[in-house]
């Protein structure tokens, strides 16, 4: 029996008020959340995808507690520069000159590569996802209306947000903008304040800009921070319950969305701010700019299943650092193999017609109430990983009310827990016919490593038995 949900309250660390708040929606039953979406220029990097795990664990965990979610991301396929301020040359561009491709292949390929990395880490699409380069006229719009109301200037050709018209503009990262070299961007000669941002540029330095479009104010394109606002609204509406990103976004990206958000409605814009923690590798940021970063392809090839990186991310909390390395990925892939293992067992015993144990109802309460608990206490998904395990482990409950839990648990964990093991996809099915042909060579060395291939790679694992060979799946099915 699940716990009774509507008992239940929510409440999550607030950046904009550094403390855990209770998550009181806009409408009753409704949660609008807008997350920061991928700079399409490079590959996702695990530290970005630690941060859309936890996007998605907010997103099911409201879900799971009865709300319905209006998950809304953007793409940023234009405008990103190469530092988060307004320094350095577009990200696109770059990437295009790298690979001598157009900006605009550049951004539907790692479109596409961002997407299939999410799927593989069973992050749900956002019911919105929106491009920054289909949404220029709202951004334009939104450019105008600060103009019109004044908090905006025309400079050299570009339009800047004039900070000093938004004096709470410090107040979120809790800036001082004498002393914060963060707020100081580059030593642009146009801007009256250091901490101005750009709204539209026309007067890039970097004049081989591909993506442009016509504006009131020239021919130029949007500066990143105003996308986000522009879409955002577009599709959340003027107020919005939740607006998430990686912690990096606090000093620059969110507090420009802020500034010039509020300024342009008159009013406050987002009620929660909720961040994630970085994830380095080594002890060293991770940061795609700088390359040497970890895909998650890198981490199938390397010979872990992507959904034990979602395990590790669900045994950390987002809000504290988690430095990776291989180590703890293997160790995260033996909890994850033995949960799914003990899950498929109960599944099998279940469908079998159960075991001989009665129903218990109150022990099932408790155990919904505890998961649920845990994850609307700021989502502490490692104390929700452990309900799992307790449930799991807990011989006094008949099989089929641990699979009940542990597949409303997976509801939030998304790790494939009770699914049927899926059929071999073409791939796998190939590497099977190869080893079949090796062994009919007598090729026992090449029999052996595609074995292996198939066990590390694809949680196949084989038996040789005197019908011949059957699979079984020790991992599901990636993808
Ligand atoms: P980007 O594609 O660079 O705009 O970043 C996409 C998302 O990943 C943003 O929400 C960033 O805040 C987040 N992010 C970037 N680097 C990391 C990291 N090392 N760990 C966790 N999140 C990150
Ligand atoms: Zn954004």
Redesign the pocket.
């Known amino acids: 029996m699940k716990a009774d949900i509507s008992k239940i309250k929510p409440r999550f660390f607030n950046t904009a008020t550094r403390q855990v708040d209770e998550f009181i929606p806009l409408v009753k039953g409704k949660a609008g959340m807008y997350c ?4 399409v220029y490079s590959y ?2 695990i ?2 995808l ?3 795990i936890f996007e998605d664990v907010l997103k099911r965990t409201l879900q799971g507690l009865g709300y319905e979610v209006k998950h809304v991301m953007n793409i ?1 396929d234009v405008g ?1 520069l190469q530092s988060d301020g307004d320094e350095g040359d577009d990200k696109m561009s770059v990437a295009a000159r790298r690979e001598q491709k157009s900006p605009w292949d550049i951004a539907r390929f790692y479109e596409n590569a961002f997407f299939d990395s999410t799927k593989k880490l069973m992050i749900k699409r956002p019911d919105v996802v929106s491009r920054a380069t289909e949404h220029i006229p709202e951004m334009i719009n939104l450019v105008s209306s600060l103009l019109e109301k004044g908090f905006a200037y025309e400079a050299q050709g570009n339009i800047y947000f004039d900070v000093a018209k938004f004096p709470r503009y410090g107040d979120f990262a809790r800036l001082k903008l004498d002393d914060n070299k963060e707020a100081r961007v580059d030593e642009d000669k146009n801007k009256r304040n250091q901490a101005d941002f750009v709204l539209w540029f026309s007067q890039s330095k970097y004049p081989n800009q591909i993506m442009k479009w016509d504006s009131p104010f020239g021919v130029g394109f949007p500066g990143w921070h105003i996308e986000c606002s522009a879409m955002a609204m577009k599709y959340l509406g003027e107020r919005v319950d939740i607006h998430c ?5 606090i000093p620059v990206h969110h507090t420009n969305e802020i500034a010039q958000s509020e300024c342009s409605l008159g009013h406050k814009w987002v009620n929660y701010w909720i961040h ?5 590798v080594d002890d060293s ?4 700019s700088k390359g040497g970063v970890l895909t998650i392809d890198r981490l199938i090839e390397d010979g872990f299943h992507p959904l034990a990186y979602r395990y590790l991310i669900l045994t950390s909390h987002y809000r504290s650092g988690l430095n990776f390395n291989y180590e703890i990925l293997g160790n995260a892939q033996n909890a994850y193999k033995a949960l799914y293992d003990k899950v498929q067992e109960l599944r099998k015993i279940a469908a079998a017609g159960g075991d001989d144990k009665p129903a218990d109802e109150t022990a099932m309460l408790r155990y919904s109430t505890e998961f649920w608990n845990a994850l609307a206490d700021d989502l502490k998904t490692s104390a929700a990983v452990q309900v799992a395990w307790c449930v799991a482990r807990d011989e006094t409950l008949s099989a089929a009310d641990r699979l009940t839990l542990l597949t409303e648990f997976d509801t939030v964990f998304g790790l494939k827990l009770s699914d049927e093991p899926e059929a071999l996809a073409a791939d796998e099915q190939a590497l099977l016919d190869e080893r079949a042909a090796a062994r009919a060579a007598k090729n026992w060395g090449e029999s052996d490593r595609l074995r292996d291939e198939l066990l590390t790679k694809y949680g196949v694992q084989i038996k040789d038995t005197a019908d011949g060979v059957s699979w079984t799946r020790v991992l599901p099915k990636v993808g």
Do not use: I
């Open positions: 920061c979406g991928p700079t996702a990097h530290g970005n630690r941060t859309y940023t990103h990103g990686g912690v990096d976004h994630g923690e970085f994830l380095n940021k991770m940061s795609k």
